[in-house]
């Protein structure tokens, strides 16, 4: 089993604002009853086609959002199920640059994982980007720029071309060039014999070098819901 993808600070933004408001309605049922529990309802499946992100929270109330495919709704018959809630995005030319995904299971991945601390990892990330990993505790989450293939020049010329105000104009270019400096590895990995969901974001002129890594449960393919 394998995956590994290489993703700018643009994904990793998106990233982070489709996974805040789900991880809000599994918060308040992890802290009661699921505190040691890794996932505690919510489970990513990944192929070399899409990844999706399947959560379930309890019925607190809190409002919720989605973003890109994402599905809500509340079961009348089992209010104790609270919310359920599915996004799905696109691998290829989407939320990745690149990237592999290899398994026995017809190149199938699937694992638990605490979303409130993916969302952490994500948060982080973004700030050591100089990004805004805000949201994390309930205020505003960060916005997803365009995305984009960082070394598509041509995307960079359409988007300073459209702008007529000089000054917005440079202050959006210097910010491209700022993140696209950054390259974040996002991939399955062991640490202290634990798999874990390891993202590892780096600089090209070598000034950061910052590493987070979330506990994963690995669960066979067709445990998939």
């Not at 365009?146 to 300073?160: E, G, I, V, Y």
């Not at 400096?181 to 090209?204: E, Q, Y």
């Amino acid at each position: 089993m394998r995956f590994k993808s290489r993703m700018a600070a643009e994904h990793i933004s998106l990233l982070h604002s489709i996974v805040t408001p789900i991880s809000r309605l599994t918060s308040s049922t992890d802290n009661k009853t699921k505190s040691n529990v890794i996932g505690s309802g919510s489970t990513i499946y990944l192929d070399p086609t899409v990844l999706r992100i399947s959560s379930r929270g309890g019925s607190s109330g809190s409002n919720s959002s989605s973003y890109h495919r994402s599905d809500n709704d509340t079961n009348n018959n089992n209010a104790g199920e609270g919310i359920a809630c599915f996004a799905e995005l696109i691998t290829t030319h989407g939320i990745f640059l690149e990237h592999k995904i290899e398994s026995v299971a017809g190149n199938v991945i699937v694992f638990d994982i605490d979303l409130v601390q993916f969302r952490t990892a994500l948060a982080a990330t973004l700030h050591s980007m100089g990004g805004n990993g805000g949201g994390g505790g309930g205020g505003e989450s960060s916005r997803a720029g365009p995305l984009h293939n960082s070394k598509d020049a041509s995307f960079r010329t359409s988007l300073d071309g459209n702008n007529n105000n000089n000054n917005s104009n440079t202050t959006t270019s210097q910010q491209y060039q700022f993140r696209d400096s950054f390259v974040v590895i996002m991939k399955l990995a062991k640490r202290s014999g634990m798999p874990c969901l390891c993202l590892d974001a780096s600089c090209v002129n070598g000034t950061l070098d910052v590493h987070h890594a979330v506990p994963v449960r690995i669960l066979r393919a067709e445990e998939w819901q």
